[in-house]
């Protein structure tokens, strides 16, 4: 009975992944000058000196400070990087826990922890664990709010909505447009409230989102400082939109860096065709520094879309398929390596396009938190794909997407891996 209880523990049952993580980790040292790592780290350096932005009028809202926060401990000790990507290494250890303790408050052990592997063997998370991104750190608390919220809504305990409030506040901090998924959900939530007669869900799903702008309020208060802005979460949206408004045929709305250089990713003579459609706006609209710059990109973005309806909408679909496959990308030579990205997900948006028809049919009869965060995904999924986004975005939100499929499979599929005896038999003469 001992021995039973501690292979139940998913500390220990998952032990083995936190050490694959660390070896990773170890195997691929950062040096902090990958990607955005450098922007992180400098808006660490910045909190470490007493500030976030530059002040008006080169104001910098590049990223949340969510994640900056925390790396400046580790600057401010003088750590090296690596301690950062152990760092990441731990939080999707502690997501995996984290993700199994919640569908043990609604499937049995089998379920949760076949389900809870899957997400242990996620791969296309891997390749976050040894680089200085966000990604580890919106996992862990992608399903830190999914626990929250379960205990929430299905215990009379207030600690819990406070608890999720936290959790989702941070996540908006850490990713921005969690920040607006939080207002569209709660303007949602309100008039559910209303319409529903106060139904004491809705109370509380408005209770931790209440909880999660309180945790956001001090940035919001120092963004409008700044920029005169309400909910003013980031000034790259507008560099997102331009690129999501493409009107250019064989360019499918992903982020392109400016200014463009030859890229070995990228086909012969791209840089040429991005100078003849971009340069002008772009050389236009760098005259303006900050938020203002910001502004002029999302007028041009407007512009493009209300002059191109339908290209933009090609291009949503465009990035639809980035966010779940990794593909299209303008004028980049798609390489076999992204065909390993199609089982995992493959997996999950089948299930999901099953549980979707099951959902529809049973939307009353679902649990109460199992529906207010499919609705928080959907919203985030929704907003992803107006936006220039890549495969990332879809892996963070997967916690949630296995937490769903495992609950409506959990009651509606019933799956028996031998055959019946009478099938075996009416069978025998095909054996002959």
């Known amino acids: 009975m001992r021995n039973l209880k501690i292979t139940k523990n998913p500390f220990l049952l998952f032990l083995p992944f936190l050490i694959l993580y660390i070896i990773i980790v170890l195997i691929f040292p950062t040096n902090g000058n990958f990607g955005d790592e450098n922007r992180y780290l400098m808006f660490a350096h910045h ?9 008006p009028p080169n104001i910098d809202l590049g990223n949340v400070p969510g994640f900056p926060l925390i790396l400046a401990l580790f600057v401010g000790l003088h750590l090296p990087l690596i301690s950062i990507t152990i760092l990441n290494a ?20 089998k379920i949760a922890f076949v389900v809870s592997l899957f997400w242990a063997l996620f791969f296309n998370l891997y390749e976050y664990l040894p680089i200085i991104y966000t990604e580890s750190l919106t996992a862990f608390l992608v399903t830190l709010l999914i626990f929250y919220s379960l205990k929430a809504f299905n215990s009379g305990q207030k600690k819990y909505l406070i608890f999720a409030g936290l959790s989702l506040g941070y996540l908006a901090l850490t990713k921005a447009i969690f920040g607006y998924v939080m207002m569209f959900l709660f303007v949602s939530l309100f008039l559910l409230w209303i319409a529903k007669r106060k139904s004491v869900n809705y109370r509380k799903g408005m209770v931790i989102l209440l909880f999660a702008f309180v945790v956001t309020l001090p940035y919001l208060i120092y963004s409008y400082h700044l920029t005169g802005k309400f909910f003013y979460w980031g000034s790259n ?16 709305g992903n982020w392109i860096e400016y200014p463009f250089t030859a890229n070995q990713k990228r086909i012969t003579g791209s840089k040429k065709i991005l100078q003849e459609n971009h340069e002008k706006d772009f050389i236009d609209v760098l005259k303006y520094p900050g938020v203002k710059k910001d502004e002029e990109l999302k007028k041009l973005a407007i512009i493009n879309i209300r002059s191109h309806p339908i290209k933009f909408l090609e291009n949503c679909f465009s990035n639809a398929g980035r966010i779940v496959f990794n593909y299209p990308f303008s004028y980049q030579l798609e390489k076999p390596s992204k065909l390993f990205r199609l089982p995992l997900n493959g997996i999950i948006i089948v299930l999901s396009l099953f549980c979707l028809i099951v959902t529809f049919l049973n939307w009353r009869k679902m649990l109460f938190p199992v529906r207010f965060l499919l609705f928080f995904t959907f919203l985030y999924l929704g907003g992803s794909i107006l936006g220039s986004a890549e495969t990332r975005m879809f892996t963070m939100i997967v916690p949630v997407l296995l937490v769903w499929i495992a609950y409506i499979l959990d009651r509606t599929v019933k799956i028996n891996f031998k055959l019946k005896e009478e099938q075996v038999n009416s069978l025998d003469h095909l054996k002959n």
């Open 47 to 55: 909190i470490l000196n007493g500030y976030y932005s530059p002040p």
């Open 237 to 252: 949206g507008g560099n997102n939109l331009y690129w999501m408004s493409t009107p250019y045929q064989g360019e499918y």
């Open 90 to 109: 731990f939080l999707f250890y502690f997501s995996i826990i984290l993700l199994f303790k919640s569908l043990r408050l609604l499937v049995p052990f």
